[in-house]
């Protein structure tokens, strides 16, 4: 029996439904507006979970494909898919009601104003009917395990809550248009939902203090071995991707077939169709964020007497506006309609953010453009890339059939062959626009300021700036595949979240648009971490077998330490005692904790605490490419060991803050990590490895992460306590680590085919009542490795094997 009561109604129309077409059609349904019928046979499929829940799926077609991972997810992801979907349906406010400071209010008329759900629509209309099948029976495999589950089987933050319902294929791809804007307009949500010109006084604009897009910061290694540069002359990946350990960006595990068609290993975002990293029986691929602009803010110059008008050239474009209502759940249980207008140009939505100095006034309006506000194929390469038999097919892929929203994309396939590019959607602007750009980055402080931010501001009054069509790109107004920086080689590819400008020590890349990212400009220390690895390691003939790229992995290697502790110990030494605020602080004890330190970022590493309190006493700009801080500076010609070399001005001070500030809060000087840096699962703490990315250049990157466009879920979070030292994440129980490596990859291509190995972070299953709840986040923290099965007769001699059919 089922723990939803509501859903009754819905299973005996469903009965009655499938009762009474069956000698019309065999398939999934579903009763949204849009045609979301497969056009294939009745939904099932095979589910063979292994070790540590890992769900095999196999199928006759995508539409049982998709009924089974969407069971599987169900199963496993429940809760956030169910809370991610209430949030695109603008229904926050209708279950949780108003929230602090209406925060649940203005999330959902911010996707009312994207107008998700009307491009759902269209979007689904357009897309491949394979991908529709595979979308509309992801749905149904979602709502069959609502109608089978009993209480035990789902996790205790949604069990038995009226926000789990069905959904709809329409519902899903709301939800991927919404990820595909994450480097996008969810940065700007608020700012879009209070939209408003000045006669408007009555509502309340946001003063949320701007976070840049992820791309900004963000984190994610991928590193791709040829046969120039792995023992076996054959390919070779590792995929290190960092996105939270909480929320919506969460992995899913699953393996793939539908004989004779498919077979893919790997995971997607929770709720996603498909496999967005992994391999096949050909290659392997992985992904990392891009610095490209997928959007462009536009400054609009309005009319006389006229906010709702703009130039336009020699004329004027009108902005338009609608209106939409939300439900919001009142105190005494009753619901109030409210009801908001919003607006937009011929761009895109009207924004306005006081905090950045984007008022709507009498004389100036601002609009934001999102190439992926609109790109209903970007589920279709995913699947076109699973498919693909080789590199060439593989790098086709993006030619032909699309981009990926914010990702680089590196690949390796079994000849030994390696492909770096850009795979974004990056606005295609005139070499014309582009000058004009360059010069009010020098010229205009507002537009350099946006960039600094990574956001680009453009004129919206002067059609010089509107993104051109190619009839070669797979989007309107997208830059054509051909000309995105791109790489093949037979040695490795690499990406670690800089620009395309350095995927290849040999190899740097230049010409592009600079809407992908700067060229010849100083690499991050977590990069340089990276491509230092890759030259150092490998053995003595740097050719990489597939336990020593596990090494580079997880050796928890830091830049910073191997540039500065040498020469911090000596000028350690040299100082003796430090005042601080008036209190002396003997350095003695300091040097020689650092002196002993392995420079490693273990779990049982004295000095690492110390050290890293130290680098946090330098800003994150400092840290990269400060003249404070090194005394050698940046030569783009040398760019992995540049800048180096420790400038003693600051260090002593640094060092004794540093010292000053663990005694106070009671922490050894010579503290390692164990049982100070940890995540949490439900009550429990588990110690964990790795360092922040800038600070200590740690490649293992870990840290806690507060953002809000990356993390908007309201299921409860870890529990994070008082923070005292905001630079390096300290609280007053140490470090909570909820953000960095998630689900680690490395696969090695062999003449018996793909052998991988991997683990996720924070496990598999949502549910603290399931087996694989901590169990995957354990050998994390042991720094183990499990296989990926992907043989057929693995996956059925496995001891914990368990078959399941599901089917409707």
Not at 648 to 674: G, M, T, V, W
Not at 719 to 746: F, H, M, Q, W
Not at 767 to 784: G, I, M, V, W
Request: one cysteine or more; a negative charge; charged letters at 20%.
């Amino acid at each position: 029996m089922s723990q939803y009561p509501f859903l009754k109604n819905y299973t005996a129309i469903l009965c009655v439904f499938v009762l009474g077409m069956i000698t019309v059609f065999s398939g999934c349904i579903d009763d949204s507006d849009v045609d979301e019928t497969p056009s294939g046979p009745a939904c099932k499929a095979t589910i063979r979970r292994t070790a540590y829940g890992i769900p095999h799926i196999t199928a006759d077609d995508y539409a049982g494909l998709g009924f089974g991972q969407g069971y599987a997810a169900a199963e496993d992801r429940l809760c956030i898919i169910a809370d991610q979907i209430v949030k695109v349906r603008s229904e926050r406010s209708l279950y949780f009601g108003p929230g602090e400071n209406n925060a649940n209010i203005e999330i959902d008329f911010a996707y009312k104003a994207l107008q998700v759900y009307p491009k759902a629509s269209v979007g689904f209309a357009e897309i491949s009917g394979e991908m529709r099948d595979f979308i509309t029976g992801y749905a149904e495999g979602y709502n069959q395990f609502l109608l089978e589950a009993d209480g035990e089987d789902t996790p205790p933050d949604c069990r038995g809550k009226p926000w789990i319902k069905p959904i709809s294929a329409t519902d899903l791809m709301a939800y991927y248009l919404d990820i595909a804007m994450l480097a996008g307009s969810r940065n700007f949500l608020d700012y879009i939902a209070a939209a408003a010109p000045p006669s408007n006084t009555s509502l309340t604009r946001s003063t949320r203090k701007f976070e840049p897009p992820p791309s900004y910061g963000a984190a994610s290694n991928g590193i791709v071995l040829g046969r120039d540069k792995t023992k076996s002359g054959k390919g070779m990946v590792l995929s290190n991707t960092h996105l939270p350990w909480e929320g919506e960006l969460k992995y899913h595990e699953v393996h793939l077939t539908i004989p004779g068609q498919l077979n893919v290993a790997g995971v997607t975002l929770s709720g996603a169709v498909g496999v967005l990293i992994g391999f096949n029986d050909n290659l392997a691929w992985t992904h990392t964020t891009s610095t490209s602009n997928q959007f462009t803010v536009y400054k609009l110059k309005l009319s006389e007497n006229d906010s709702l008008s703009y130039k336009y050239d020699d004329t004027e474009k009108q902005i338009s506006s609608f209106t939409s209502d939300i439900q919001v759940l009142q105190p005494d249980g009753s619901l109030q309609t409210f009801s908001r207008a919003f607006y937009r140009s011929h761009y895109g939505p009207m924004l306005e953010a006081p905090a950045l100095g984007l008022d709507w006034t009498d004389e100036t309006a601002y609009t934001i453009k999102d190439m992926n506000a609109g790109n209903y194929n970007l589920l279709e390469p995913f699947i076109n890339m699973a498919r693909s038999r080789n590199l060439d097919e593989f790098v086709n892929v993006f030619r032909t059939k699309g981009g990926i929203p914010w990702n680089n994309t590196m690949a390796a396939d079994k000849n030994g062959d390696v492909f770096y590019a850009d795979t974004t959607l990056t606005p295609n602007l005139s070499s014309e626009a582009l000058a004009a750009y360059k010069s009010l980055l020098e010229t205009d402080l507002t537009t350099s300021i946006f960039k600094s931010f990574d956001v680009v501001l453009l004129d919206g009054s002067n059609s010089l700036f509107e993104w051109r069509n190619d009839p070669s790109a797979t989007l309107e107004g997208a830059i054509p595949f051909d000309d995105a920086p791109q790489l093949r080689r037979t040695d490795y590819a690499a990406n670690m979240n800089d620009s395309y400008w350095m995927p290849n020590h040999l190899n740097p890349l230049a010409g592009v648009s600079p809407l992908y990212g700067p060229e010849r400009t100083v690499l991050t220390p977590r990069s340089r971490m990276g491509f230092t690895m890759i030259q150092d390691m490998g053995g003595s003939d740097r050719r990489f077998t597939l336990e020593e790229l596990q090494t580079l992995m997880f050796c928890n290697r830091s830049l910073t330490a191997e540039l500065f502790v040498d020469d911090l110990v000596a000028v350690c030494l040299k100082a003796g005692e430090i005042s601080v605020d008036g209190e002396i602080v003997e350095l003695s004890a300091v040097c020689e904790i650092l002196a002993g330190w392995d420079r490693r970022f273990n779990l049982d590493s004295p000095g690492a605490v110390l050290f890293r309190e130290f680098m946090g006493e330098y800003g994150k700009a400092e840290i990269i490419n400060g003249s404070d801080l090194y005394a050698t500076p940046f030569d783009p010609d040398n760019p992995i060991k540049t800048p180096n070399t420790l400038k003693p001005d600051a260090a002593p001070l640094n060092l004794a803050r540093a010292a000053q500030r663990l005694q106070k809060e009671n922490i050894p000087l010579d503290a390692s990590f164990r049982g100070l840096q940890f995540t949490k699962k439900g009550d429990e703490k588990i110690s964990v490895h790795g360092g922040l990315q800038v600070e200590e250049g740690a490649f293992n990157k870990v840290h806690y992460s507060d953002s809000e466009s990356m993390i908007t879920t309201i299921i409860p979070r870890m529990d994070r306590k008082p923070v005292v030292n905001s630079a390096t994440g300290l609280t007053t129980e140490g470090y909570l680590i909820n953000y960095g490596s998630s689900y680690v990859l490395t696969v090695e291509f062999t003449d018996n085919g793909p052998e991988a190995q991997a683990v996720m972070a924070y496990s598999q299953s949502d549910n603290p009542e399931s087996p694989h709840f901590t169990d995957q986040t354990r050998l994390y923290a042991e720094k183990k490795w499990r296989p990926v099965l992907f043989d057929t007769q693995d996956i059925l001699n496995d001891p914990q094997m368990t078959e399941r059919v599901v089917s409707k």
